[in-house]
């Protein structure tokens, strides 16, 4: 009811070599667990870099949309492009998250002393949840077309009492949600040679024009859809 699933990094580099990663943002909340940065993370706006030196590694849960919100008791929106400490969902410091998962060997151990020490801590199932999950699961299927109007129609339930929902279990508006995978198909499409008329493409996604495609795009990456 909770957890969407749990991703785990591991890397060894040379040691004068420096890798950027960089993550596109989601509609969800994540338990990063990895030394000297373990914490818990809501929804990140914009594109994150981390970089990755010499030897290390890194587990986290990716909540489910709304799945953070029957632990905190008070509106996810609160943590949105916030990091704060993990004891906000598990109950225990930093410290403690990393000797009693990262020490263990093998992923499925980890796993398993991870959920281990969210059990004490679980909340009674929401539905809520749920709701805003289809909802998210709906953006998805359309590919980030769908307007929030007609989201709110289909699900039964008025436009502001969705985007009051939202702002309280996924910490962003519908139509942020509909902007970020409506960005990941153009840059789908950009990286695969198929959205080279750049105002085609922002015709096929909806958007009024070219340049509206560009400053939402350039907003989410960091870079221009032709520089992408």
Known sequence: PFIDHHWIAEWRLPDSAAVPQRAIPSPHAHLLVSPGQTALIGVVRGVEERVLRGQGQAFGIRLRVGGLRPFLGQPVASLTGRTVSPALLTGCEAAVLESRILTKDGHQTM???????????????????????????????????????????????????????????????????????????????LSSGTGA????????????????LTRDFRRIFGVSPALY
């Open 197 to 212: 008329h750049l105002a085609q493409l922002a015709d096929e996604l909806g958007y009024f024009d070219q340049a509206h």
């Open 111 to 189: 796993i398993e002393a991870a959920e281990m020490l969210l059990r004490p801590s679980l909340p009674q199932v929401d539905p809520n949840v749920d709701l805003v999950c289809s909802v998210v699961a709906e953006i998805r299927r359309a590919g980030g077309r769908a307007r929030a109007e007609t989201l709110a129609k289909g699900f039964g339930i008025g436009l502001r009492a969705m985007q009051r929902r939202f702002h309280d279990y996924v910490g962003v508006s519908p139509k942020w949600v509909i902007q970020r995978y409506r960005l990941q198909d153009a840059a789908y499409l």
